[in-house]
């Protein structure tokens, strides 16, 4: 039975369009609703901004811009799943969440020398269902490289233009700027 715990893999299930695309479930912290995301200039491209996550300052990344594909309205299914990479908390933007699927890891094939190049070497591999393909992401790899160093200064600037917890209560902050929110770092 030991073999069989080690074998199988668990996968989050998302959609970029209409292409599955599959995380390891332990990086995975939550999925939450998509809500207001703050801009901070500078950022990279694909980095939308930052929400403030029970205290936490969480940059977002739009996959949809990461991956060069064509942007679109979001809608009621559109999620931001929080991941933990390289130990920092990212948040990525996808159409949606389908499914937590258990895989055996036979099943997953590597990505064709066709397919791969330098820019996907976050491939994982492809997992062949019934009724569709699934993309395995390593996640490390898709925000790694220069993104990481954009987010922590992204994080870093957003912690410091709003000010340290004890410069503002929620007493003195005018009731028309509700879109701003204290934020705060996790000691």
């Known amino acids: ?35 207001e995301i703050t ?53 990525m933007i996808v159409d949606s969440v389908d499914e937590v699927l258990r895989i055996s890891s036979e099943s ?13 070497d976050y491939l994982v591999g492809i997992v062949k269902l019934a009724d569709r393909l699934v993309i395995l992401l390593d996640t490390d790899r898709v925000l790694s490289g220069t993104d990481s160093i954009s987010i922590a200064n992204l994080v870093s600037h957003a912690k410091e233009s709003t000010g340290s917890p004890d410069d503002a209560t929620e007493d003195s902050a005018p009731s028309s700027k509700k879109a701003k929110k204290k934020v705060t770092a996790e000691a």
């Open 39 to 91: 801009a901070v200039p500078g950022a990279r491209h694909s980095v939308e901004g930052v929400i403030n996550l029970r205290g936490s300052v969480i940059p977002v990344v739009d996959l949809r811009k990461r991956f060069a594909m064509e942007e679109i309205a979001r809608g009621k299914d559109t999620r931001i799943m929080v991941m933990s990479s390289e130990g920092q908390d990212i948040g």
């Open 108 to 120: 997953i094939e590597p990505p064709s020398s066709m397919v791969t190049g330098a820019d996907s």
């Open 1 to 35: 039975m030991a073999n069989e715990l080690v074998s199988e893999k668990q996968l989050v299930v998302f959609a970029l369009g209409e292409e599955s695309f599959g995380v390891d479930i332990g990086t995975v912290r939550e999925i939450n609703q998509m809500q």
